[in-house]
T-cell receptor, first 114, second 113 residues
Framework: AQSVTQPDIHITVSEGASLELRCNYS??????LFWYVQSPGQGLQLLLK??????LVQGIKGFEAEFKRSQSSFNLRKPSVHWSDAAEYFC????????????FGTGTRLQVTL | EAQVTQNPRYLITVTGKKLTVTCSQN?????MSWYRQDPGLGLRQIYY???????DKGDVPEGYKVSRKEKRNFPLILESPSPNQTSLYFC????????????FGPGTRLTVL
């Protein structure tokens, strides 16, 4: 069964510091990988997605993620965090063979200190 | 404006009292789904629909029903709610399948006493 692991439940970084959120997915051919962000009291918004091609993908709000097939990882990064980035971040995976199913990780809550 | 709407946004009810949470999208999307979000568990898929009159179970369908009579609407029905269905519910839609970008509604916070 497809699955996603986000090993960090909660991360705290200082404003201006760099950020990396980890995501590992279960092995499968041609994964579709996503990062969504949920601000307090809001729905989820897509940050970026990977389907194929360049393994480094750029998203909104200055975020990027790198797909590493050998490590089954899709980590999210940002060079300099802003206080407004405080939110919960979800990694998700779908596969071409299961067009109906999108599986989410358990989320990482990001706290930004000033 | 392209959007997914859910109603109500907040609901407190009692065990066994049937309720419906509505979901509507104005993007002509074929794929719609319902998720519940619980602390430490992330989002789990309840039901999904690939098109009108085509629905199927997700990971946690017990205690829920859905229908897709029109393309734009995908209501979630709790025939006999129980306290373990207290949760935050999200409706989402996408062009045609789960691997397309999902557009989420604002969420419905349900409390079952």
């Amino acid at each position: 069964a497809q699955s996603v692991t986000q090993p960090d439940i909660h991360i705290t970084v200082s404003e201006g510091a760099s950020l990396e959120l980890r995501c590992n997915y279960s092995y499968g051919a041609t994964p579709y990988l996503f990062w969504y962000v949920q601000s307090p009291g809001q729905g989820l918004q897509l940050l970026l997605k990977y389907f194929s091609g360049d393994t480094l993908v750029q998203g909104i709000k200055g975020f990027e993620a790198e797909f590493k097939r050998s490590q089954s990882s899709f980590n999210l990064r940002k060079p300099s965090v802003h206080w407004s980035d405080a939110a919960e971040y979800f990694c998700a995976v779908a596969y071409t063979g299961t067009a109906s199913k999108l599986t989410f990780g358990t989320g990482t809550r990001l706290q930004v200190t000033l | 404006e392209a959007q997914v709407t859910q109603n109500p946004r907040y609901l407190i009810t009692v065990t066994g009292k049937k309720l419906t949470v509505t979901c509507s999208q104005n993007m002509n999307h074929e794929y719609m789904s319902w998720y519940r979000q619980d602390p430490g568990l992330g989002l789990r898929q309840i039901y999904y629909s690939m098109n009108v009159e085509v629905t199927d179970k997700g990971d946690v369908p017990e205690g829920y029903k859905v229908s897709r009579k029109e393309k734009r609407n995908f209501p979630l029905i709790l025939e006999s709610p129980s306290p373990n269905q207290t949760s935050l519910y999200f409706c989402a839609s996408s062009l045609s399948k789960a691997s397309d970008t999902q557009y989420f509604g604002p969420g419905t916070r349900l409390t079952v006493l």
